[in-house]
């Protein structure tokens, strides 16, 4: 008979013991007990936008003003007044929108779209208009936001989308704002189009939706040439 080493036994057994090892995961993966790691493949970063705009919302125009607490004054003082951060924006305000290519080739804005955040009570305040200005806008709209799915409406002077745009060739865009009832939270949601690309631009304030109130609950003062705002309107 021929010997068998310590060695070569231990290796059979080393052997044997491999095989039943493999065969029992074999099992408890077909059961679903045994967790596989997954790495996941980090993150892409989402392409650059071929557009981009920069948005301005006050009302710089007297077809407008901002609605403040009511806290019983006859008149405010207009030069170096801060509105409180209670202060809303009032209907006939206009939100003003550049919008420009940033990626060196052309871009086609093909529609833009409001989307109402949420609709609250309008707030009982002090109406404080604006001043006038005379600046006349490229392109300007307007929308109802008393309507259930509010849209912007070109003014009869001014042609609908599309429009084109690159980095030499910006457009500017004013929305004048009409609400008669609620205090309304709102963005604008603007689509655009650059070759086989596409994507939407999402305009606001800062980060926060534009809001707009009526002012049919406020009081409201009149301004007096460009230094005080007083009760009297006459």
């Known amino acids: 008979m021929q010997d068998v080493q310590v060695g070569d036994r231990i290796d ?7 095989v039943i090892a493999l065969a029992v995961v074999a099992v408890l993966l077909a059961a679903g007990l045994v967790a596989v790691a997954v790495w996941p493949e980090p993150p892409r970063p989402a392409p650059a936008s071929p ?33 409180p951060a209670e202060a809303v924006i009032a209907s006939g305000s206009r939100v ?11 871009v086609v804005l093909q529609s833009a779209r409001v989307e109402v955040v949420r609709s609250l009570p309008a707030p009982v305040g002090l109406f404080l208009r604006a001043g006038c200005a005379s600046k006349v806008p490229p ?18 002077d001014t042609p609908d989308f599309p429009y084109r745009v690159d980095q030499a060739d910006p457009e500017q865009l004013i929305v004048t704002t009409k609400v008669t009832t609620a205090l309304v939270e709102w963005r604008l949601r603007l689509a655009w189009t ?18 707009t109130t009526a002012v049919t609950g406020s009081r409201e003062l009149c301004l007096d040439g460009e230094a005080m705002w007083r009760s009297d309107c006459s």
């Open 12 to 18: 059979q057994h080393h052997d044997r013991r491999g």
């Open 51 to 83: 557009v981009a705009a920069v948005v301005e919302y006050d009302p710089v125009d007297c077809a407008s003003g901002r609605v403040v607490p009511d806290q019983g004054q006859r008149e405010i003082a207009s030069e170096g007044y801060v509105p």
């Open 194 to 211: 650059s070759g086989e690309e596409s994507g939407e631009l999402v305009l606001d304030d800062h980060g926060l939706p534009f809001r």
């Open 96 to 106: 003003t929108v550049t919008v420009q290519g940033t990626a060196g080739r052309a």
């Open 139 to 156: 392109r300007y709209f307007r929308v109802d936001l008393d309507r259930s799915e509010p849209r912007l409406v070109a003014e009869p």
